[in-house]
């Protein structure tokens, strides 16, 4: 019935989505209050990092919809929300979750590099957003890697083309250095924000919830490569890129939430986007409709259980 449901893409889809997200953001919020000093402030704050999200998930939307990465469906918003909810503790870093939105803007112009127009408008676009994001969360920079992935896999080959990553780098640093002349903060100061170290060390993260949500995440993903990677024939040539794309993301992100030193449950929030097309695009091609209704229930009573946990 799930899967029937969202085949199609409607409105009335958005609104569920946005309904449990809303739950699943209210309910860690308030696992994590002790301590927090509940104030008008505070409730704004939530509001727009709630906001944060609900915009990802539009994001989102639009960057497949916009760029066909999956049918006329809701799965890929589907799969975001259920996703999120296996691991809610992606709701509880402010950074992130803007540095993610941030990303998700570069993400959709580096995929629309594949019509060809204002190619140098959409890379210095996609460098500013990775680099604003880089200011907010460090280990963002990594999604630079996409920038030139695009160039290569789009044979966008005037070498000039590809030095406009470094502009856009040049420009965000140097606004960035006036603010904190601006506000009298010193770069060192600023600098140490930025947890620039890599750690394999996975002991914050040993959390019943977390392990049985990772676990969930990577074992979809595994299972969704072989598919997606075989499909990719059947996709026309001018396409296969963007979708190559996608699959690059989700492994940085990945490889993001393995080096990363502060580790939290926070970082998984880059894998959730890329995972979610992925995933969509496994679901699409599965032709036993009992099989699609087991693989989205196991998602929703898994992620029920991880909230009670």
């Known amino acids: 019935m799930i899967a029937k449901f969202f085949s199609k893409s409607n409105p009335i889809h958005f609104v569920i989505v946005a309904v449990v997200l809303f739950l699943v953001f209210s309910a860690i919020k308030i696992d994590y209050l002790e301590g927090v000093t509940i104030d008008i ?3 704004l704050k939530q509001i727009a990092l709630f906001g944060i999200v609900l915009f990802s998930v539009f994001i989102l939307d639009f960057l497949v919809s ?3 990465l999956t049918k006329k469906n809701s799965y890929q918003i589907l799969f975001f929300a259920l996703f999120c909810t296996l691991i809610p503790q992606v709701f509880l870093k402010s950074n992130l979750l803007l540095a993610n939105l941030l990303v998700l803007f570069a993400l959709r112009r580096i995929i629309s590099l594949r019509s060809k127009k204002y190619q140098k408008k959409k890379i210095l676009d996609a460098a500013i957003w ?15 890697i996409l920038i030139f992935a695009a160039l290569f896999l789009y044979k966008i080959s005037d070498i000039k083309n590809w030095f406009i990553p470094l502009i856009g780098v040049i420009l965000v640093a140097v606004i960035a250095y006036a603010t904190l002349i601006v506000f009298n903060i010193s770069l060192s100061d600023y600098s140490l924000r930025f947890n620039t170290y890599i750690s394999f060390d996975f002991s914050s993260l040993n959390q019943r919830n977390i392990i049985i949500g990772a676990t969930i995440l990577f074992s979809y993903f595994l299972w969704s490569l072989f598919y997606y990677l075989n ?3 059947n996709k026309s040539k001018s396409y296969r890129p963007s979708y190559l794309l996608i699959l690059f993301a989700a492994l940085i992100a990945f490889v993001i939430v393995i080096i990363t030193s502060n580790k939290s449950g926070s970082e998984f929030i880059f894998v959730m986007a890329p995972l979610a097309i992925i995933v969509a695009n496994y679901i699409e091609i599965v032709s036993e409709k009992w099989f699609k209704e087991v693989l989205i229930w196991v998602l929703i009573v898994a992620a029920l259980v991880n909230l009670i946990l």
Do not use: E, H, M, Q
């Open 66 to 68: 916009k760029n066909k």
């Open 130 to 144: 990775i680099s604003l994001a880089t200011l907010l969360y460090f280990w963002s920079v990594l999604f630079f």
């Open 41 to 43: 402030w505070y409730v």
């Open 231 to 233: 499909n990719l024939k």
